[in-house]
């Protein structure tokens, strides 16, 4: 693999297009295209403010800047860069801003949720959707981009609306079983959707277009219950992350557990491998000199596999009834591409990622790294995880094994998030102030396309 040199963003941003051609950097006010496989600048955009998000239209013909603070958003043309429109909300504030389905179309959420604004770049017209509920993720496009489903809150009741895409039409509207929705998802042929409670009460709901309940799940009650929900790419699992520190597995057909996942800080199974991240401290040079200085304390970390057992898995602890919002639970769900795995994370074991083989419904392995992980993504091509803990070191796992990789040439550059390119070829490793990318080598790609082994 290669590294790129490392080059400037502002606020931790960036975004590849989804055609994978570009790739768009802000530097404070100022946006800048490059092209994806060189790195080159393309154009360059002056907005208004401080950049605050990204987003590309689905074709991306266009890239969609934001600043809340200012209430406005700004959409940039790559095919014509004179081309320029702002949409100012004023008084009514901006919480957040996102591209419909055909890439003409922009829908801005008011601040307190007062209302969700649907822009049309053709036709200038403007319409709105009232009643939104305040939770993140209330509003959600169906993956064939048909649909747009909507939280909403009237008389202290939970309702669901669903509209056409193309003319913003509502085709149904309908009440649900619960009493404070706190977010929804659309399976991926968009057939139904998930919707569950709030942590006070465990909760899960299946619904069809129709606005029938298909299924209502609960685990156990008078406890904090749901923290995260994912479907697997394929729609036939439905994975649901919860306070009491396990994964269950709901199959499509019956809408019932097929599986339970424990997060144990013991580890007594000698079917899965555990690695571990051995650092190598900076010898040779003062310590104090090196933080002064900016760089990094340990020079090398690696993984070595623990074959002894059982294994203690480092945990906080956590008292109940103590916090508000416990760190606890299984917060992270991320199903691989081709269905064959599941990595988790327990909120209380916040360096340590949990694979799961879901043809075996079993652990396949554990990676327990020195410091808590920042951000973790599979490639969208190969079953390939990568993660980051801060530092200046990215880490990969795939079914051949592990490996830690440092960015060459870059000792201050602190990996928080990484932004996979849709081809899978790369993968932007993005700190605050800095990011480089890190492309593959081709021959690797199709030795691992040939060959992937559950």
């Excluded at 416990?326 to 199903?335: E, S």
Aim: glycine share 4%.
């Amino acid at each position: 693999m290669n590294f790129a040199e490392v080059l400037r963003t502002s606020g931790g941003l960036l975004s590849w297009s989804p055609s994978g051609r570009f790739c768009a950097v802000p530097i404070t006010a100022r946006l800048e295209i490059r092209d994806s496989s060189t790195l080159q600048i393309l154009v360059t955009y002056n907005c208004i403010d401080a950049i605050q998000v990204i987003e590309w239209s689905p074709d991306s013909n266009y890239v969609l800047t934001a600043n809340y603070k200012r209430n406005i958003a700004e959409v940039w043309s790559i095919e014509d860069p004179d081309w320029r429109c702002k949409v100012d909300e004023g008084s009514a504030g901006l919480i957040r801003v996102i591209w419909a389905p055909d890439s003409r179309h922009i829908l801005t959420t008011a601040e307190f949720h007062l209302r969700i604004t649907v822009w049309s770049l053709v036709s200038k017209s403007v319409s709105y959707i009232k009643n939104p509920k305040n939770i993140p993720g209330g509003l959600q496009f169906s993956q064939d981009k048909e649909y747009l489903a909507v939280a909403e809150r009237r008389d202290c009741k939970d309702y669901l609306s669903v509209l056409e895409t193309k003319s913003w039409q509502l085709v149904k509207h309908f009440e649900l079983a619960t009493r404070d929705i706190a977010g929804l998802q659309w399976a991926n042929d968009s057939s139904v959707l998930v919707v569950w409670e709030s942590p006070l009460e465990y909760r899960v709901l299946i619904y069809s277009l129709s606005g029938q309940c298909l299924a209502n799940y609960s685990a156990y009650q008078w406890s904090l219950g749901i923290k995260s929900i994912a479907w697997s790419p394929s729609g036939q699992f439905l994975a649901i992350g919860s306070y009491d520190q396990k994964v269950r597995l709901m199959n499509h057909i019956t809408w019932r557990i097929i599986s339970e996942f424990c997060h144990s800080s013991t580890i007594d199974s000698e079917n899965c491998v555990i690695y571990k991240e051995v650092e190598k401290p900076l010898t040779g040079y003062p310590a104090t000199l090196a933080s002064v200085q900016g760089l990094p304390l340990v020079l090398e970390t690696t993984y070595e596999e623990e074959e002894s057992r059982p294994v203690s898995l480092a945990s906080i602890t956590v008292e109940p009834g103590k916090q508000a919002n416990p760190r606890i639970g299984v917060g992270t769900l991320l199903f691989s591409s081709d269905n064959r795995y599941l990595a988790t994370r327990n909120d209380n074991m916040p360096a340590t990622v949990w694979i799961w083989s879901i043809p075996k419904l079993a652990l396949k392995a554990i990676l327990v790294h020195a410091n808590p992980i920042k951000d973790m993504a599979w490639d969208s091509q190969h079953p390939r995880l990568a993660l980051c803990t801060g530092n200046s070191h990215v880490y990969f796992w795939s079914p051949f094994g592990c490996l830690t990789v440092a960015v060459p040439g870059a000792p201050t550059l602190q990996i928080n998030s990484l932004r996979w390119h849709p081809s899978g070829s790369r993968v932007a490793l993005i700190g605050r102030d800095q990011f480089s990318v890190c492309f593959f080598d081709k021959q690797l790609q199709l030795c691992e396309s040939i060959s992937s082994p559950q």
